[in-house]
């Protein structure tokens, strides 16, 4: 089975496992399961346009899943963090954040601190301070953020953005940490064919890390 599928297998029975009555049970076991089938099928389906339109279709679901207005996937490229794959987000607010450094704002500092970041309110959090012209140019007002790994490397960042103050629950986290394990198996699997579709500088990576 291929190691994506085996990643949806493993997702599909992490889900099952949320206790019922918990607003992420239906979306979950119903909506990701119907739509990760294929994958769990093990089909050769892997190709450029797939392997990224997969990649995009699982930031847009973490969005839907954590039941916000938007979301992002940044990768690490050197000191800094850039946007992937971006859903239905305005341009004002990724102009706004500007280049996101490793261990700043939202993003950064879950690549960083290899676990998940909140901002609850982007206005009044002093540790957003160098994306808040993004918060005030547009309707987007707080995020959260979880690692992207390739094994035990940090390649990038998912997050979900919100219009409103806002600080998820634990099921949100979980549900986009799931994400974003498949998203670090895509993203690899997507070098492996195409390298210039993935451009992670993976040597200044390891010394912004360290630093």
């Not at 979900?160 to 670090?184: F, M, Q, V």
Request: aromatic share 10%; charged share 20%; net charge neutral.
């Amino acid at each position: 089975m291929p190691p994506c599928a085996e990643a949806c297998r493993s997702f599909a029975v992490e889900r099952s496992r949320i206790r019922p009555g918990s607003p992420g049970r239906t979306f979950c076991c119903v909506r990701y399961v119907a739509r990760f089938q294929l994958y769990l099928s093990g089909a050769p389906i892997y190709t450029r346009q797939m392997d990224r339109g997969f990649i995009s279709n699982l930031v847009r679901l973490a969005a839907e899943g954590a039941r916000a207005t938007g979301s992002t996937l940044f990768l690490v490229r050197g000191e800094f963090l850039y946007p992937y794959a971006v859903h239905n987000l305005p341009d004002e607010y990724i102009k706004g954040i500007g280049a996101v450094r490793v261990g700043t704002q939202c993003c950064g500092r879950a690549v960083a601190h290899k676990r998940p970041w909140v901002v609850s309110d982007m206005l009044t959090d002093p540790l957003f301070a160098d994306g808040r012209a993004g918060a005030e140019t547009s309707p987007i007002r707080a995020g959260f953020s979880v690692p992207v790994f390739d094994g035990e490397r940090v390649i990038g960042a998912l997050a979900c953005h919100y219009e409103n103050p806002y600080t998820p629950t634990p099921w949100d986290i979980e549900r986009n940490e799931s994400c974003a394990k498949l998203i670090g198996i895509a993203l690899m699997e997507l070098r492996g064919i195409a390298p210039q579709e993935v451009p992670i500088d993976e040597p200044i990576v390891e010394r912004a890390m360290a630093s």
